[in-house]
């Protein structure tokens, strides 16, 4: 096992680069990427950096010369031998050639275009622009760069033995709520803190430790590197981003409504079983569900990602109960800024009425909460999304008007096309 303490110690870039691997990245962006390849191959995008706390100067913390030393070394990967095997010839929610030979034979030759960086006000505005396959790759290693280099900014100044004393209370913690998880039958819980972790290293220690502590109960990471290395299940679906981008692209208020159904009906024909979930908050969940098409009805389970987590699960319990199915074949995956009690609580008043299962994150790979001075390792929120599409700004509304984004005059048109009222503001703590 990795000394981590140490490694950090010892740390110098051009051996222990933070990204190693383009597959170093969630497994959704592979999915939702193929699909994009094949429906969308042209569309052009730009993605953007959004710190939406704003009290972490990154660009006071975070050298650019570091950052951009660790971006241009992101730029000079490409896909080994092994991981284009692992991804050919696995088997992926008991699929097996999940990936398409034209998709991984472009994806073989990927090199992730260009960067744009500039500070201004104490940030980074950092910024990719190019076709949607190639530049939606940046978003989960470009997060991942940003936070270790906090990471490291903050432990420079540190010695060995407050290190090793760091690493130490830090597993405690950890391990203190693995033995909280334990207790729980039923658990199906995945790790999904690849964006908004510690450090890779730090990452899949924590895989390591969920694999040992919970066994079973612990169904696989979103981390495909982690989950090659490990011989573990890739974890992971569709995000945001698909009906972001498709919304954009449409012509007309009609198209607009239904571009949220148009990406599911286009993820169908790819995919079956677990990967059916909808994630139904991206224009606010209870007008998806109300205008949804009956054959949605029939996928298998529903994400919940925004809002109160027991008010969307109830509206979907609600929604297939009116649409004649029977919630308790169903799966509720919760994945909105989940600790240790939140699970407890969530599962305790669901099991049994649905399927139930956690997407663990932040909190999972990031939790170094009051063991600093100042409190200067604890996670904040930091994201990387579509900002437009051939020329077009995209919006998200949530189910949470804190993380909604986009000019405010779309924002609006929005909300009157999707039927979106009154929202009630909740703190966006990751």
Not at 116 to 145: C, N, R, S
Not at 261 to 276: C, I, K, S, T
Not at 333 to 347: A, P, R, W
Request: aromatic share 10%.
């Amino acid at each position: 096992m990795v000394d981590i303490a140490t490694r950090v110690w010892n740390h110098k870039w051009k051996i222990d680069p933070i990204v190693r691997s383009l597959i170093d990245t969630d497994f959704y962006k592979l999915l939702m990427c193929q699909s994009v390849f094949r429906n969308h191959p042209d569309t052009h995008v730009s993605f953007s950096l959004i710190n939406r706390t704003k009290s972490i100067r990154l660009a006071e913390l975070v050298d650019e010369g570091e950052l951009r030393e660790q971006l241009d070394h992101i730029r000079s990967l490409r896909l080994t031998r092994g991981e284009s095997t692992w991804l050919r010839g696995n088997t992926f929610y008991g699929k097996r050639q999940m990936f398409t030979p034209a998709f991984m034979e472009w994806f073989e030759n990927l090199q992730l275009p260009p960067y744009h960086l500039e500070k201004k006000d104490g940030q980074y505005e950092l910024t990719f622009e190019g076709t949607w396959p190639e530049v939606m790759l940046w978003e989960i290693p470009a997060l991942a760069v940003i936070m270790e280099l906090r990471s490291r900014a903050v432990l420079k100044d540190m010695g060995r033995f407050e290190l090793q004393v760091l690493y130490a209370r830090a597993m405690t913690k950890l391990w203190e709520k693995i033995g909280q998880l334990r207790t729980i039958p039923d658990l199906r819980v995945a790790d999904f803190g690849t964006r908004r972790r510690h450090s890779y290293l730090w990452q899949d220690w924590c895989v390591q430790a969920m694999m040992e502590g919970l066994g079973d109960k612990f169904t696989g990471t979103s981390n495909c590197r982690i989950a090659m290395m490990r011989e573990i299940e890739a974890i992971g679906t569709n995000a945001h981003e698909l009906p972001m981008v498709y919304a954009a692209l449409a012509e007309s208020d009609e198209a607009l409504r239904q571009s949220p159904y148009d990406v599911l009906a286009d993820w169908q024909e790819e995919h079956d079983g677990n990967l059916r979930i909808i994630l139904p908050d991206t224009f606010g969940t209870k007008g998806f569900l109300q205008g949804a098409p009956d054959w949605l009805a029939g996928w298998t389970g529903i994400r919940v990602d925004s809002g109160d987590p027991a008010a969307g699960a109830e509206t979907a319990i609600e929604w297939w109960t009116s649409r004649g199915e029977d919630p308790r074949e169903k799966l509720v995956i919760f994945s909105d800024g989940l600790d240790v009690d939140k699970i407890v609580e969530l599962h305790k008043q669901f099991a049994g009425r649905v399927r139930v299962s956690f997407g663990w994150g932040t909190m999972l790979t990031n939790d170094f909460k009051g063991l600093v001075a100042n409190d200067g390792l604890a996670p904040f929120s930091l994201v990387c999304k579509a900002v437009s599409a051939n020329g077009r700004p995209t919006v998200k509304l949530s189910d949470n008007p804190n993380k909604a984004m986009g000019p405010e005059a779309e924002i609006a048109r929005y909300k009157r096309v999707f039927g979106v009222g009154a929202q009630e503001k909740m703190e966006v703590m990751v």
